[in-house]
């Protein structure tokens, strides 16, 4: 499901019109299950300490590529905002006077709507794994998994 184009814009937000193609491809290789139905009900960062736990259900062909995960404490979860608008240059976060660029926010609002959300590992039990700090809604698709080895608190 994506939002139309004709979604009301926020004062001072701007879009601009989208490629006929895309350049690349990409496969989701699997689903984010948190408690979030709707994207106002989930928080603005997820919180890898107190959050809820969320489960990231990975497609059973990609089982081999968890080998080793189960020892790592972080993870960086890269995941498609598959419910945003690719088209919008401007936005007004906080229905102020003004806007900022895209790339000035953290916003899903973007050309290529992926997210990125360093969690904390709690388990892996086969393709799942149980995580907090999601901020995701439930159902978002799975780009990738990464190991952190930076700092989190």
Known sequence: MTLAASETLRPHEECV?????????????GRIRTPWAQRAECPRRGDPVNGPDCRIVLDARWLSAL????????????????????????????????SLGTFA??????????????????????????????????????VDLKPEFGLLP
């Open 17 to 29: 019109p989208v490629p006929d193609a895309f350049d690349a491809g990409l496969w989701f290789i």
């Open 67 to 98: 080998e080793g995960v189960a020892g790592k404490d972080r993870m960086q979860v890269l995941y498609w905002m598959h419910l945003s608008r690719r088209d919008v240059v401007r936005q007004n976060p906080f229905f102020g006077d003004g």
């Open 105 to 142: 926010l953290r916003s899903p609002l973007r050309p290529n709507p992926i997210a990125s959300s360093l969690v904390r590992l709690l388990r892996v039990e086969g393709n799942v794994l149980t995580v907090r700090g999601l901020d995701c809604i439930d159902g978002t698709p799975l």
